[in-house]
């Protein structure tokens, strides 16, 4: 006999088996694809308060380029818990196991907590060899303001990743709306922040940095919060949160895809900045200008990436359940709505990439470059709606194998090795070439398979 909590999860996850494939879209992606774009945005607005601040501009948007990889390692690992819980939770349910669903849960708890307080102590133990791997040694004023920065950043660990590992739980707990507004919450209190520490209080880019971590330990309470509420089908019990190691190997294989996707972007920033620092001799312009690349690189993959999170939970529900059917009509759906998007997003890409050099107020020589080379770095993402929501469908049928061959593919096999050579013989436009000609290749590779 069901327990009165089994039976409210039970209830909670029908919708995915009975709602219609348009309402469900509206309730689980785009709320994810608001989270995911919001998200990013704690890390643009902090580019655009520091690229007008006075005694900061590019330097100090060098600064915050180089602790970026290192705020994506903490992701990587928020990521992989998060994303495998929810695929795991809604397995479970899809299956009828709803026991099985509440102790993963717990577990990731307890184990979100723990990496969350191991990096810490890893950033504040080890800064400045941290900053030097990733390039803040390419001039005095780039690595005092990296310093500065990092500090804060390494601080907040434990809340960032506590806070984007249960984000996605909250989803596969049938509330993905609350998840949005929790991300919402944080990203509302650095737009107030960031001025007010930067601009106010003349912190500078320490300010910037400050603002963030105050703005993740709103989010964090928003979502702790949660779970405290009727709303959640799930519970803190102490019980469920002592882990079993067989079951936490289960939710890290299905959180390992997103892990590597988002961890790559670390080996990738070094790529980056080690190719771009040879071929222009340090030059803060150039190093600025792939800042903003980069973020408008996010710009367009985040709400892919939303779409294909977003029906995770209905895709490892149905899976599950074992309805065939209606999994493969809401794939083709998801992929329909993602090549739409992809074709709009990449036509502007073409035509007027520096638009994104506006959104950073970026100086008029940046602009330029932008300008330029936007187009070669991002001519690639036109097929971003095969990578982005396909390997995300993998992970929720439980295919971790193939969603991780397909990341891989394109960052590690692919983009790594193009880069040194693009920039051995075309200098800087090298790099920028090697990632849109990574992005055509990973996304040929992943429709032929």
Same mark, same amino acid.
């Given at each position: 006999m069901q327990t009165e909590s089994e039976t409210s999860i039970a209830q909670n996850a029908r919708p995915l088996a009975t709602q219609p494939l348009g309402r469900l879209m509206r309730r689980y992606a785009v709320p994810c694809m608001t989270s995911l774009v919001v998200a990013a945005l704690y890390n643009m607005v902090d580019q655009v308060f520091i690229a007008n601040a006075p005694d900061l501009g590019s330097v100090g948007n060098a600064a915050t380029t180089v602790v970026f990889p290192l705020t994506v390692a903490a992701l990587a690992i928020a990521v992989m818990l998060g994303d495998g819980c929810c695929a795991f939770v809604s397995l479970m349910l899809g299956a009828g196991k709803q026991e099985e669903a509440h102790r993963a849960v717990g577990e990731t708890v307890t184990v979100s907590v723990l990496a969350g307080l191991v990096l810490m102590a890893a950033y504040l133990l080890f800064p400045d060899t941290l900053l030097t791997w990733f390039g803040g040694r390419v001039n005095a004023g780039t690595f005092e303001k990296a310093q500065e920065y990092f500090f804060w950043i390494a601080l907040g660990v434990?809340?960032? %990743?506590?806070?984007?590992?249960?984000?996605? %739980?909250?989803?596969?707990?049938?509330?993905?709306?609350?998840?949005?507004?929790?991300?919402?919450?944080?990203?509302?209190?650095?737009?107030?922040?960031?001025?007010?520490?930067?601009?106010?209080?003349?912190?500078?880019?320490?300010?910037?940095?400050?603002? $963030?971590?105050?703005?993740?330990?709103?989010?964090?309470?928003?979502?702790?919060?949660?779970?405290?509420?009727?709303?959640?089908?799930?519970?803190?019990?102490?019980?469920?949160?002592?882990?079993?190691?067989?079951?936490?190997?289960?939710?890290?294989?299905?959180?390992?895809?997103?892990?590597?996707?988002?961890?790559?972007?670390?080996?990738?920033?070094?790529?980056?900045?080690?190719?771009?620092?040879?071929? $222009?001799?340090?030059?803060?312009?150039?190093?600025?200008?792939?800042?903003?690349?980069?973020?408008?690189?996010?710009?367009?993959?985040?709400?892919?990436?939303?779409?294909?999170?977003?029906?995770?939970?209905?895709?490892?529900?149905?899976?599950?359940?074992?309805?065939?059917?209606?999994?493969?009509?809401?794939?083709?759906?998801?992929?329909?709505?993602?090549?739409?998007?992809?074709?709009?997003?990449?036509?502007?890409?073409?035509?007027?990439?520096?638009?994104?050099?506006?959104?950073?107020?970026?100086?008029?020589?940046?602009?330029?470059?932008?300008?330029?080379?936007?187009?070669?770095?991002?001519?690639?993402?036109?097929l971003f709606f095969v990578q982005m929501t396909l390997q995300n469908v993998n992970v929720g049928l439980g295919q971790a194998g193939m969603a991780l061959f397909l990341a891989v593919n394109r960052k590690v096999i692919v983009l790594i090795p193009l880069c040194f050579v693009l920039t051995h013989f075309l200098g800087f436009k090298g790099v920028y070439l090697s990632e849109g000609i990574a992005d055509l290749v990973a996304g040929i590779v992943t429709a032929i398979v």
């Open positions: 434990p809340l960032y %990743v506590f806070g984007q590992a249960m984000n996605p %739980v909250i989803r596969s707990d049938g509330s993905p709306t609350f998840a949005m507004v929790a991300t919402l919450a944080g990203a509302a209190a650095n737009l107030v922040l960031d001025p007010l520490l930067i601009f106010t209080f003349h912190m500078g880019v320490a300010g910037s940095s400050l603002a $963030t971590v105050l703005s993740q330990a709103c989010s964090c309470a928003a979502v702790a919060a949660f779970f405290w509420t009727r709303r959640s089908l799930f519970r803190f019990r102490r019980k469920e949160m002592r882990f079993r190691a067989a079951r936490v190997r289960e939710i890290l294989s299905l959180g390992v895809t997103p892990f590597v996707m988002t961890l790559t972007e670390c080996a990738i920033q070094i790529v980056f900045n080690v190719n771009l620092n040879r071929a $222009t001799g340090g030059d803060k312009d150039y190093t600025a200008v792939l800042t903003v690349m980069l973020s408008a690189l996010q710009l367009i993959s985040l709400p892919l990436n939303g779409m294909g999170n977003g029906m995770q939970p209905f895709v490892s529900y149905l899976y599950g359940k074992g309805d065939a059917v209606r999994l493969k009509k809401g794939i083709r759906c998801v992929t329909v709505l993602a090549f739409l998007f992809c074709c709009s997003i990449w036509s502007v890409s073409m035509a007027a990439p520096e638009l994104y050099a506006s959104l950073f107020s970026a100086s008029e020589t940046v602009t330029e470059i932008v300008r330029a080379n936007g187009p070669l770095f991002l001519m690639g993402s036109i």
